[in-house]
């Protein structure tokens, strides 16, 4: 099934950003473009939000209970994203993003939170979520999470992405550099780059 499902997320990752390649050439033509790709290859809008961390309980993908303030208030920058494993267009370009980060972290990445919570709980189990971790190499640092339908869109809520249906959904990436900053709003296909440029290194040391 891991292997499956990784392949999956590639194969959708090349088929999405070869559109988005396409349609970027195209944009000076813009007649019979898509418009919704042409928002997605736009620069990520960078804002910077106050939200409050509702005190809800997820299950993470190791299966542990777990509350949402103590999980991202463990002394680490946090970098957040909203996914479900069976998405085939938004989410494994997010996810794509997020092992970069990863990647380009290196020996720092235990010193960096990410999160990833799923919008279709109902689906994704702990131990589906275990498998699309597997599959994307996300470290003991990456963890995904689920629990209730209710506790998910409360979350969502919070951070506003919340967007009604799971078809809805945008691209997010939110990132807080300590628990008394901040937060950092990325909309669209965030690169690494802009992710780790709001990571100072001071808050990576651990």
Same mark, same amino acid.
């Not at 106050?50 to 542990?64: E, F, K, M, N, S």
């Not at 002394?75 to 996914?83: C, H, W």
């Not at 993003?97 to 010193?111: F, I, M, P």
């Given at each position: ?10 194969? &959708? ?14 944009e000076q033509s813009p007649v019979g473009a898509e418009p919704h790709l042409h928002h997605a ?19 993470? @993908? ?7 303030? %103590? ?17 085939? &267009? ?9 092992? @970069? ?26 131990s589906r979520l275990r498998d699309y971790a597997h599959s994307i190499n996300a470290g003991p ?26 078809? %809805?959904? &945008? ?6 550099? %300590? ?28």
């Amino acid at each position: 099934m891991t292997r499956v499902l990784s392949r999956t997320l590639a194969v &959708s990752a090349l088929t999405l950003a070869a559109a988005l390649t396409s349609t970027a050439r195209a944009e000076q033509s813009p007649v019979g473009a898509e418009p919704h790709l042409h928002h997605a290859v736009a620069e990520a809008r960078r804002a910077v939000a106050h939200y409050v961390v509702p005190d809800v309980q997820l299950i993470r @993908d190791d299966g542990a209970v777990v509350k949402l303030p %103590s999980e991202m208030n463990d002394g680490r920058p946090v970098v957040l994203a909203f996914i479900y494993t069976s998405c085939t &267009s938004v989410c494994p370009l997010i996810s794509h993003t997020l092992a @970069d980060v990863q990647h380009r972290l290196g020996e720092r990445s235990s010193g960096v939170h990410l999160m990833s919570i799923s919008i279709d709980p109902e689906q994704d189990t702990p131990s589906r979520l275990r498998d699309y971790a597997h599959s994307i190499n996300a470290g003991p640092e990456w963890q995904h999470y689920t629990g209730t339908l209710e506790a998910s869109q409360t979350a969502q809520r919070a951070f506003n992405v919340y967007r009604g249906d799971k078809m %809805s959904h &945008s691209p997010a990436v939110l990132v807080r550099s %300590s628990a008394d900053a901040q937060w950092v709003r990325l909309d669209g296909f965030t690169t690494a780059e802009q992710v780790l440029a709001e990571l100072p290194d001071a808050g990576l040391a651990r």
